[in-house]
């Protein structure tokens, strides 16, 4: 109260007035003790009691109240400091109060008889403790609410939902995450049978029904990780856990949480399944795996070095590399490992050899790859496979290739050779004949001497299965050209594409050219002192040939008909072409004669295999 504080000496009052303060006193008491249940913040709540103040207390036409808290006024309209006041504090936490003054607001003095009595002076302090309390009880409660909505928000966020039983009841609750968790919609109503089933039938349904058990029957809470059968009807993993609540030794609520922990156990099992594959390709394969340091010393070494060279790992861990490598291999090896840079952090290294625990040397494989500035590895990583095997198996073939071929290139020696001598014999043989006789043999020896230019060419080459068909052309035309000299001037057009063709194909269709070149240079240019021959060769991206022969000679007489001839060389023409599966024709006319060939351009079996592969 102010400096003028209730006397001792009470107004004489009759009985009924104080029974209507009395009666006034309890009603306040009342509506301000039932405020919790109407209001949801502390601001309504003092106003509120402001309200009943302002209204319930007797005689309230003269009172009103103020109540300041945390720099907060709430106050009655008509609230203004008078000589007769009550105040009242009390401690809503430590030093946070609430403060609580009822003023009377007469203008009448008052001098011997005052306003308040010291009953108003306890109802006000037992007001402001009600309200005290209420305060702190509605921050609890606020508290509780935000708290409530972070564990919501935080069980939202991961998806994790809750369920509760009351065991009272047997009602069984799930919130609408733990429904859609389970795969069923929000109408869907859960029950306790069907909950237990929805565990995998066998070991996971067992499981989970003792752990049930065991939390209702013996107070042992649980949380376990079990594979159920959705609503949607697939399997899926599911963490569930149990708290039971027990209140007078008897279980009255059962609660806790369900998640779908289905994707981590999936990436759980891949780590798993990962682990066991990389532990099997380093302990049971086939490859070396090690660790070095800059230095090439050893600091892990797979298993697997026992299988491959007899060495248990602890035989080479701590050692330098290059104490086991060939002292011919060792400079090139350090060469190749002082070339990783950060910008090429993988290298393949050609088989080198490696001393085994038996002393032996073995040629070994291996890919380097630079994890220095990985945490986990912290140096060099070399993989190395045993290839020993497969080197001498290479070794043998490239010398039984290197037998082959020198006895390839004899036998086309010897093939040009004795050509060479049948060629010697028909020359003799034609300086003996004359006339028709005569043009004829040197017509075998030309056919003769285009199949022994191939031999000679073969033996001269590298590759047996592909020869340079353009210099092959070339060598051709220049000896047709050498060998029936005439007065004629001459003019050779070629445009000659560089192929080259087996010598199956090689042969044949150098002898067609051949016949081609030989009957120009005979019949073309009957009677003229100057005459144009063109040669063009070319290839297309179908693996076509084609070649293209023509002259500005005469032509075919005009009752020549080319499949009627029975002349030898267009003949071999059509023989020949047939062999090569081609197709060829002749255009003749005033002005000249042009020969078309076209045929497919074989590819070598190894030319085959390597594209396919």
Not at 225 to 239: A, N, P, Q, T
Not at 529 to 546: A, C, D, H, M, Y
Request: charged share 25%; aromatic share 8%; with cysteine.
């Amino acid at each position: 109260m102010s400096d003028k504080k209730a006397g001792k000496s009470s107004p004489i009052l009759s009985l009924s007035l104080i029974r209507q303060r009395m009666k006034s006193h309890l009603e306040i008491l009342h509506e301000i003790s039932g405020l919790n249940e109407k209001v949801e913040s502390v601001e309504d709540l003092l106003t509120q009691a402001i309200s009943i103040l302002d209204s319930g207390w007797f005689s309230s036409q003269n009172i009103s109240a103020n109540i300041v808290f945390e720099d907060q006024k709430f106050m009655a309209s008509s609230f203004s400091e008078t000589n007769w006041e009550l105040h009242s504090k009390a401690e809503v936490s430590p030093e946070v109060y609430i403060h609580f003054t009822l003023a009377h607001q007469t203008s009448k003095s008052y001098t011997e008889n005052k306003p308040f009595l010291e009953e108003d002076q306890r109802l006000l302090d037992s007001l402001t403790t009600a309200l005290a309390s209420k305060i702190q009880s509605l921050r609890t409660q606020q508290e509780l609410n935000e708290n409530q909505k972070l564990v919501d928000k935080a069980y939202q966020l991961a998806r994790i939902g809750t369920w509760e039983f009351d065991m009272i009841n047997q009602k069984l609750h799930w919130s609408p995450l733990t429904k859609e968790v389970h795969g069923f919609d929000e109408d869907h109503v859960p029950d306790v049978d069907q909950t237990v089933n929805l565990f995998k039938e066998g070991y996971d349904r067992k499981i989970f029904a003792k752990a049930a058990y065991d939390a209702i029957e013996k107070e042992i809470p649980f949380d376990v990780e079990l594979k159920i059968i959705s609503g949607k009807g697939d399997e899926r993993w599911m963490r569930a856990t149990g708290e039971p609540e027990y209140k007078d030794g008897k279980c009255i609520r059962f609660y806790g949480i369900s998640q779908n922990v289905t994707n981590r156990k999936q990436a759980e099992e891949h780590v798993r399944l990962s682990e066991q594959r990389f532990r099997s390709l380093v302990q049971e394969g086939s490859d070396i795996i090690g660790i070095l340091d800059e230095d090439a010393n050893f600091t892990y070494v797979s298993p697997t070095i026992k299988s491959v060279l007899g060495y248990m790992s602890s035989d080479l861990v701590g050692k330098n590399a290059f104490d086991f490598i060939h002292p011919e291999d060792s400079e090139r090896l350090q060469e190749v490992l002082s070339s990783i840079t950060s910008k090429k952090e993988r290298i393949e290294i050609d088989p080198f050899r490696f001393r085994n625990k038996d002393g032996q040397w073995r040629w070994l494989e291996t890919t380097v790859t630079d994890m220095r500035n990985d945490p986990a590895v912290g140096g060099l990583v070399a993989n190395s496979r045993d290839v020993t095997d497969r080197k001498n198996q290479r070794q043998q073939l490239i010398e039984s290739l290197a037998e082959k071929e020198a006895l390839l290139a004899e036998i086309h020696h010897r093939v040009k050779n004795n050509l060479a001598v049948v060629v010697g014999l028909l020359q003799l043989q034609g300086t003996e004949d004359d006339g028709e006789e005569a043009v004829r043999l040197q017509d075998c020896v030309s056919r003769v001497q285009t199949m022994s230019q191939i031999h000679e060419q073969l033996y001269q080459s590298n590759n047996f299965s592909n020869l340079d068909f353009t210099e092959n052309i070339h060598r051709l035309m220049k000896n047709i050209f050498k060998t029936f000299k005439s007065e004629l001037n001459l003019e050779i057009d070629s445009n000659i594409q560089s192929t080259h063709l087996s010598i199956n194909q090689a042969i044949p269709c150098s002898l067609i050219i051949n016949e081609v070149l030989t009957n120009i240079m005979k019949h073309a240019f009957v009677g003229k002192s100057n005459g144009t021959i063109s040669v063009n060769l070319s290839e297309t991206r179908k693996n076509i040939i084609r070649i293209e022969i023509g002259d500005n000679g005469v032509g075919f007489p005009k009752d020549f008909i080319i499949e009627e001839s029975d002349s030898l060389g267009m003949t071999l023409i059509g023989v020949i072409s047939n062999q090569l599966n081609a197709t060829y024709k002749f255009d003749s006319s005033d002005e000249g004669t042009t020969f078309m060939l076209e045929f497919e351009k074989s590819i070598p079996e190894h030319e085959k295999f390597s594209k396919s592969n």
